[in-house]
């Protein structure tokens, strides 16, 4: 029998929240990482996976690059794509620097079809978008700009390396949240390519977009009929509704159809079903206050068995100099539905309040898509005037969209970074099944975050499972992928880019008791080592605890006389 104390020494260590930290040359020489560094390039910005083929894509400054899944350290192809001499000049005589501005920045990688992707870069202020052929298998070895296919890549890259875009290839039409001007004045959301019309915003019309940071771009579908189909943007921008109290950014969630063709007679080439509404991630206070994280840094989808509803992950920093943090907040696509269908935010005139629109809102409703799912309009181009002038002048929603139980999922303060990127695993553990984050931050590390209960499967509390440093100069993290089939990260910062896999069982140590503690739903005792927990092996003589059932472990002092032993 187990004596009491050593029970509630490990009940104790259950609940005090061990975490292994990884310095980079450990993280380096024992545990799998592999790097990719360019020479004469940096800004490793623009990720994209290709399962099949095997293959990173990357876009960088003045490069292209097609690297192995495998090992990126490895069969690397190269395509070197600079901005012409005389845009390179003309850009260093508008006054920008000729080394750091007037090159082409690699912000754009979309898969086409089956033989190429579409690439866009700044092009030295000068935006240019190209088809890269890259051959319909793996052993093809294809990579290479079709020059004869080069064209303008204005309303599709930023013109500014400084600028972020956000954008999302679906079948063949691209649609962009980009600066679509030298000045980068002119902030859009534009559909291009393809052969339906191209179509934008609003031009300077404040309550569309008001210096926009765009985050991320998605497509959803919303029904069976893909003429229901929208196109969601994720974008911070200077708040129209806080006029009068300062400056303030708000987060935000945009929705429009892919279907729309703009309007007849108003609305012209622009968007008739575009909404926007406020992205909610805050911690309430005691004395009713919230605590806003109030700038969104990115957003990760996690596709569910329901393709209509995936997860909606995010992070957060915050623009206050008095309180200084991040957060993790998580959105379900219901919500975020029901703020699109609720009440228009109205403004009489400039001095009156944003208040919920009480009139008459006319038919079809403002944001819906013409398709014989809600009614029998076959085209935005014919919806009565009354809808497309509503439109034109309730883009913003009153309800915003709040996180899943009303507040973040993970919260970190009074540390010497923030969150920049999220990447998530759903993991069938030998306990159930986790979503495992991995957050990466401005300061070269990537945290990895787990759910777990904390009294009960009723109330769970985050737990940091690991910290590890993935860039020794603390480069800023500004993308990650994950590849769940090949159990791999690839992060990519300024200075370059790194393979991290995603579980490493063997570092919690060669006891059960420290691989039960860990918690790590990757991992599990085997009867003879901690080890990667495969579902679906069959174990015929050893025994497999599962690490993350610690309630289990709290319970069962015969459990507890196993670990000790």
Known sequence: MTPPHTVKLITSLLLSSPSVFLAFFKLQQFHGVRRFELERSCCFSALLLDEERGRLFVGAKNFLLSLSLDNIAKQEHKIYWPAPVDWREECNWAGKDITSDCVNYVKIVH????????????????????????????????????????????????????????????????????????????????????????????????????????VGSFWVPESENPDDDKVFFFFRETAVEAQGLGKSTYSRIGQLCRNDMGGQRSLVNKWTTFLKTRLICSVPGADGSDTYFDELRDVFLLQTRDRKNPLVYTVFSTSSSVFKGSAVCLYTMNDIRRAFLGPFAHKEGPNYQWVPFQGKVPYPRPGMCPSKTFGSFESTKGFP????????????????????????????????????????????????????????TDKGTVLKVISVPKESWNNMEELLLEELEVFKDASSIINMQISSKRQQLYVGSDTGLAQIPLHRCSVYGKACAECCLARDPYCAWDGTSCTRYLPNTKRSLTLTWPITDYLYLKEKSEFANTVVQ
């Open 111 to 214: 898969h086409y079809n089956r033989t190429h992707l579409y690439a866009c870069g700044t092009g030295a202020f000068h935006p240019t978008c190209a088809f890269v052929e890259v051959g319909h298998r793996m052993e093809d070895h294809v990579f290479r700009i079709d020059p004869s296919k080069v064209e303008d890549g204005k309303g599709k890259s930023p013109y500014d390396p400084r600028h972020n875009a956000a954008s999302v290839l679906v079948g063949d039409e691209l649609y962009a949240g980009v600066a679509t001007d030298l000045m980068g004045r002119d902030f859009t959301i534009f559909r291009s390519l393809g052969k339906r019309p191209s179509i934008r915003t609003e031009q300077h019309d404040s309550r569309w977009l008001n210096e926009p940071k765009f």
């Open 385 to 440: 005037d009354d809808v497309i002038q509503f439109a034109r002048h309730h883009p913003l929603m009153y309800n915003p969209v709040y996180p899943m139980n009303r507040r973040p999922i993970f919260i970190r303060t009074n540390v010497d970074y923030s969150f920049t990127q999220i990447a998530v695993d759903r993991v069938n553990a030998a306990d159930g099944q986790y979503d495992v984050m991995f957050i990466g």
